[in-house]
DNA sequence: CGACCTTTTGAGTGGCGTCAACATGTGTGG
DNA sequence: CCACACATGTTGACGCCACTCAAAAGGTCG
């Protein structure tokens, strides 16, 4: 059904149907305020790995729902340097960052081969103002986005490199099992360069941290294969008292 | 006019005639539409310094606009870790953070006494469906939370000790300077150990760095009291190439 | 004036970064 | 399919920045 490189054009519902919703808009709103959300997401976006949705600066066009694959958010200073602000999943819904002025702030980069569903901006705030349930989920959403960057502020400002790479894997574990994914045993999407910049590391501290963890037990790693074989022990570095 | 501790009635229109609106949510707002903002703030709150606005975990009520005062908001981990993610000024809206589940993830203590107006958030949502420019403002408003979290988090994540604070220093100026203050001679109304928390450095640090700056002859600083003298060499630190 | 909190400053330590060498994996073109 | 180049990951040696511990000065408030 590909009509051109990267694009797709969609005709039946889909948010209405979509094992994903959980995640992403479509959360409590009633059945026939549903088809127009299916309406309002006509489109889909492939991305290989490696390439760009948006680049920061970009005007705002869209928010975007993954349908399969993963993402990074980077923002980059003045002088150059890069930050990983956030490792993007399946059902998740990027680019609300961009709401303010209407330009993004930071630059999405596919993490592997994925597909976005594409949610004009313009055309969900119209709708949101009629329906109070999608309102409610995007406001949910949103302040949901800023919650995390707390927690990831916690992290960054008191904890120890172990302890957040910790509170990394245990994050990931929990978000990949939401999905129906293995709790224990996944596949690492990003390069330790990756994980060390979400995290405030280098990646070679994140490699050495890898290591140690192995040999404590704690986990098995061979590449980007992570098996948790040690969860408490994992949850207990993170901070969580047993 | 007080009737009781902390409580104030407001008989008249606020919104619609308060300076500090470019920072908060009358922004773009017609003035018809402004009268019933004003309605829907009706009360304020004063609070005294070290006072509670509202404690992580409670109930989201309302959202707040701080008329005069400022107020720090902190995270705590499970094993009782506490982190400084945010310093709120004259005129800012808070509590937005606490959308997603209607219960706060954050603590709001004010650092001096404060006056701060009351938007029940319930009725802000029914108004902002009705009036697409408050709608706009306050998604404005929360996803520039997210974007100032992301130059946190980038500042956390990339820079070294003396970078952070001269882009808290620098940061503050604008933001003093923006209401009217002078850019360049001001008061910190937080500790060393406050700044210490937000920056992800001890206490100790700070200090050290603010005595180093003023040796160097970039700021004079006694105790709280803060000048900056060469704002060029602290941007040069904070990583703005000149 | 005394109790307490905040800030400053010093000395010593260690966690993480830097630099470097090497191993392993991945992709591409002949 | 192999050879090669290049990206990614591992591991070691070393150094520095920021933390820890400690003591004392200065400021604030009852």
């Known amino acids: 059904m590909t009509t051109e490189i990267g694009r797709i054009p969609v005709a039946q519902p889909r948010c209405s149907t979509c094992s994903l919703g959980q995640f992403c808009l479509p959360v409590g709103i009633p059945a026939p305020e549903l088809e127009r959300l299916d309406a309002l997401v006509s489109e889909r976006r492939r991305l290989k790995k490696g390439e760009v949705l948006y680049h920061a600066n970009d005007d705002l066009h869209a928010v975007y729902g993954i349908r399969f694959g993963?993402?990074?958010?980077?923002?980059?200073?003045?002088?150059?340097r890069e930050q990983v602000v956030g490792f993007h999943l399946q059902g998740e819904l990027i680019g609300l960052d961009a709401v303010a002025d209407h330009h993004h702030p930071s630059t999405a980069i596919a993490l592997e081969d994925s597909e976005l569903c594409i949610a004009r901006f313009g055309e969900l705030e119209t709708l949101s103002r009629q329906v109070p349930s999608l309102q409610r989920q995007l406001h949910r959403l949103m302040s949901q986005e800023i919650r995390n960057e707390h927690q990831q502020l916690l992290a960054l400002g008191t904890m120890r490199a172990e302890e957040r790479l910790a509170v990394f894997l245990l994050n990931l574990s929990e978000r990949l099992s939401a999905r129906g994914y293995s709790a224990n045993e996944f596949v690492l999407r990003m390069s330790r360069e990756e994980i060390g910049s979400f995290l405030g590391l280098k990646l070679e501290t994140v490699s050495r941290l890898f290591s140690r963890f192995a040999q404590n037990g704690m986990i098995e790693i061979r590449q980007r294969h992570v098996k948790i074989v040690d969860a408490a022990a994992l949850h207990e570095l993170a901070g969580v008292p047993c």
Chains 1, 2 share one sequence.
């Open 70 to 80: 993963s993402l990074k958010s980077c923002v980059t200073a003045p002088d150059g």
